[in-house]
T-cell receptor, first 115, second 112 residues
């Protein structure tokens, strides 16, 4: 049973446009959400996170939006650049009640930035 | 520089052989994790350890074993009992309390 779902396996976006990656979760106890970026044959790198007490967090070109009532979050990349082509993993955890601090990952969305 | 190191980057083994993947961190993180990545499957948790000399099974622990004798090291052994061992293996560490993970660069294991 997938607790974190990324329903789009891949997404293609024109360079300079906005990329929107979506993620849904089922466990209402999650209160901390993260996005990781992964290039082929490399480990994922942390991109941005958001706590459940916020509905938006911005870091440069990257913004994460959280809709708790819908159990949905999204990552916006504006403007999209060629180096953004990668696999993006949505992840969630409940760090303050989940003593083993596990992070649950989605299956990832492959983003292609088109020239 | 602090970081997490996985070695080797590529590993080839014959079917039926056990193989051990190395993971070392100098971040002074208490928690360490092993994930496996397969195409279309995302990251699946194999084993994790919150403290030295203690570890827990993840979602797909069958056919794998780990040890945590030192805080810095969390080696993963892929045994001959693992039916589909060919995959990309990722090690991660965390300080705990929701600080997210730091990942290693991964080991690509191919069993022939």
């Amino acid at each position: 049973d997938q607790q974190v779902k990324q329903n789009s396996p891949s997404l293609s976006v024109q360079e300079g446009r906005i990329s929107i990656l979506n993620c849904d979760y089922t466990n209402s106890m999650f209160d901390y959400f993260l996005w990781y970026k992964k290039y082929p044959a490399e480990g994922p790198t942390f991109l941005i996170s958001i706590s459940s007490i916020k509905d938006k967090n911005e870091d440069g070109r990257f913004t994460v939006f959280l809709n708790k009532s819908a159990k949905h979050l999204s990552l916006h990349i504006v403007p999209s650049q060629p180096g953004d082509s990668a696999v993006y993993f949505c992840a969630a955890s409940n760090p303050f009640e989940n003593r083993d601090d596990k992070i649950i990952f989605g299956k990832g969305t492959r983003l292609h930035i088109l020239p | 520089d602090g970081g997490i190191t996985q070695s080797p980057k590529y590993l080839f083994r014959k079917e039926g052989q056990n193989v051990t993947l190395s993971c070392e961190q100098n971040l002074n993180h208490d928690a360490m994790y092993w994930y496996r990545q397969d195409p279309g499957q995302g990251l699946r948790l194999i084993y994790y350890s919150q403290i030295v000399n203690d570890f827990q099974k993840g979602d797909i622990a069958e056919g794998y074993s780990v040890s945590r004798e030192k805080k810095e090291s969390f080696p993963l052994t892929v045994t001959s009992a693992q039916k589909n061992p060919t995959a990309f293996y990722l090690c991660a560490s965390a300080r705990g309390q929701g600080n997210g993970y730091t990942f290693g660069s991964g080991t690509r294991l191919t069993v022939v």
